[in-house]
Nanobody, 122 residues
Framework: QVRMVESGGGLVQAGGSLRLSCAAS????????MGWYRQAPGKQREMVAV????????NYADSVRGRFTISRDNARNTVYLQMNNLEPEDTAVYYC???????????????WGQGTQVTVSS
């Protein structure tokens, strides 16, 4: 099985910064896609930033491009989200997502973190 642990959320004033991290552990053979999603109250979960593949190709939501940066540490199966110039509209629960192949299995499955609250005050 896979355990996903997120950290780094919190309360920050508009214009501030936060850095989220998400580490996966367990019987992991490889991790392909990694990314961050968020869900605000009353809204659907939306993509924030993702690595499209196991390489360095990324995709960002238009609303965060230029302010957020996704990065990864493959050796630690960890994905990060550096969030700068935060806005009240960024307030949401942030979830990490990884597409993981377990040791001894021929297929990959999607795993989600437990979510971390980010609140941006105006």
């Amino acid at each position: 099985q896979v355990r996903m642990v997120e950290s780094g959320g919190g309360l920050v004033q508009a214009g501030g910064s936060l850095r989220l991290s998400c580490a996966a552990s367990g019987s992991i053979f490889s991790v392909d896609r990694m990314g961050w999603y968020r869900q605000a109250p009353g809204k659907q979960r939306e993509m924030v930033a993702v690595f499209i593949s196991g390489g360095g190709i990324t995709n960002y939501a238009d609303s965060v491009r230029g302010r957020f940066t996704i990065s990864r540490d493959n050796a630690r199966n960890t994905v990060y989200l550096q969030m700068n110039n935060l806005e009240p509209e960024d307030t949401a629960v942030y979830y990490c997502n990884m597409y993981v192949k377990l040791i001894g299995t021929p297929y990959s499955s999607t795993y989600w973190g437990q979510g971390t609250q980010v609140t941006v005050s105006s």
